[in-house]
Every structure is written in structure tokens, then in C-alpha cells.
């Protein structure tokens, strides 16, 4: 059995890869993944909570939490479309304007 200390330590690992990437990278494409590895990270922990403590509640936020992305990353993909048809470019610092 693993202990729970270790899932922790990886989802603290992992959220801290996926806040670096969200601070230092400006496409927008690695800031949906950063986002994304942020929530995997948070969903782990709270199945490792449930899991630990036999609680479903812990399962349940997973589920919301995935709906979330996955809404996030349908909406997200197709803005970034949208806004690499008009600008060509996915830079975050270029396109920081809404006006065309």
C-alpha cells in the first residue's frame, strides 16, 4: 500500500510543474495544458483524501473538476482557433487585444 504522503508529494509536483508552465510560457497552447496538469494535480489529491478516508465525496469533485476541463478545453480550443485564424500568431503577449 502507498502511502498517501507520496501522492501528495506527486500532486504537489505535478501543480507546481503545471503553475511554472501557466507563469513562464506565453503560448497559449502549453497554457491550457498548464491549466489542465494544475486540475490532474488537484484530482489527485482528492482521490488519494478518498480513497484514504473511504469517502465518496472526494470521487465526486473529481467528476466536477473533469467536467470543468473538459468543458475548459472545448470552449478553450475554440477560441484559440479563432484567435490563430485572425492574429496567425498564438502568442499570449500579441494577442492581449480584443480588437482586431
Known amino acids: 500500500m502507498v502511502p498517501i504522503s ?34 490532474n494535480a488537484v484530482n489527485l489529491s482528492f482521490v488519494a483524501f ?9 470521487h465526486v469533485f473529481v467528476f466536477f473538476v473533469m467536467v470543468v476541463a473538459a468543458a475548459e478545453a472545448a470552449v478553450g480550443l475554440a477560441i484559440i482557433i479563432a484567435v490563430f485564424r485572425t492574429r496567425q500568431t498564438l502568442n499570449a503577449d500579441r494577442v492581449n487585444l480584443l480588437k482586431l
Open 50 to 58: 478518498a480513497t484514504q478516508w473511504k469517502a465518496l465525496s472526494g
Open 6 to 39: 507520496w501522492y501528495l508529494v506527486l500532486s504537489a509536483i505535478l501543480f507546481g510543474l503545471g503553475a511554472a508552465g501557466f507563469l513562464l510560457k506565453r503560448n497559449i497552447i502549453t497554457l491550457f495544458m498548464s491549466i489542465e496538469l494544475m486540475l
